[in-house]
């Protein structure tokens, strides 16, 4: 499989709502251009050299590896390999071949990873982050393909088979007539399933999500309503960590019978975290303790 590197291309009003030296790490970065055609994203990769650990980000659904974007400088200045995927169907990635839901893109994923990185899969160095509908992926890959990581960090991620009774009511966007009646749909979905806190929905958010949205190409996915996690938990043979915002609206009022389960379905559960006052974009909404959060994992 051929490898293309080019240089990183991020939006300007992106770079722009960042820390100058946030985005001065971001712009080190490459982009990195896999058949399919497939988009990854690629920082630190000098420090592989030095026995790095490498970081797998997953995004969560209607995003981008962009869901990240206050994390990665960090874990870069930190010393981590950083890989962030722009899933199949999202971002600059093509749809998968065949499906439109999260089981389609375990079979590209795995073929991506050993035929780029053939190395990396049998280290003990190798950690997948997953958020939302990432920590799906996530989980899924490695139930199928436990050899493909040694560590697995699940974000907010649903699939549980579990319900909240507090419905998250989003709003559509697309058929809207002018930008500020979509800008008002957006700022609604954001603070209705992503951010607890409404002072948080600042211009950056807006920017990643509305960027994010107009490039979802999967919009009829529902597994994510059903136990395809809880499923795959007693599969998974690597350490499973779990972080949650506080006040994910995913799991609002049930947030005790999520911990029961991952305790009962994960033979190999080794934390699991809550980060107080977040939402369910818990490493964007709270990224100092996020990161915090994630230390503890690797």
Not at 82 to 97: I, Q
Not at 159 to 176: A, D, E, N, Y
Not at 247 to 263: I, R
Request: hydrophobic fraction near 45%; aromatic fraction near 8%; proline fraction near 7%.
């Amino acid at each position: 499989m051929t490898l293309l590197h080019q240089p990183i291309q991020i939006a300007p009003e992106v770079l722009n709502g960042l820390p100058s030296q946030e985005s001065a790490w971001l712009l080190k970065g490459r982009r990195l251009a896999l058949p399919g055609p497939m988009i990854w994203h690629e920082w630190g990769h000098e420090a592989l050299d030095r026995g790095a650990s490498t970081l797998v980000l997953l995004h969560g659904g209607s995003g981008s590896w962009m869901h990240w974007i206050r994390n990665v400088a960090p874990l870069v200045a930190d010393g981590f390999h950083v890989l962030a995927v722009d899933l199949p169907g999202f971002g600059d990635s093509a749809l998968p071949e065949q499906g439109g839901d999260v089981d389609a893109l375990i079979e590209p994923l795995h073929a991506a990873w050993h035929a780029t990185w053939p190395t990396l899969p049998a280290s003990k160095k190798v950690s997948f982050i997953g958020f939302s509908f990432g920590g799906m992926t996530a989980a899924l890959w490695l139930a199928a393909y436990p050899q493909d990581a040694a560590n697995l960090i699940l974000v907010g991620s649903p699939g549980l088979g579990i319900q909240s009774p507090h419905r998250v009511p989003l709003k559509g966007w697309r058929h809207l007539a002018t930008e500020d009646l979509q800008i008002q749909a957006h700022r609604h979905n954001l603070l209705a399933l992503m951010l607890h806190d409404e002072r948080k929905l600042d211009e950056l958010a807006m920017t990643v999500h509305r960027l994010n949205v107009a490039r979802d190409r999967m919009p009829r996915r529902r597994l994510s309503g059903t136990p395809i996690v809880a499923n795959a938990l007693p599969h998974i043979a690597c350490p499973v960590h779990v972080i949650y915002g506080e006040w994910d609206a995913l799991y609002q009022g049930c947030m005790s019978d999520v911990e029961k389960l991952f305790q009962n379905l994960t033979p190999r559960l080794a934390s699991w975290q809550l980060v107080e006052g977040a939402g369910h974009w818990v490493q964007f909404e709270a990224p100092k303790a996020f990161l915090l959060a994630l230390k503890k994992t690797l």
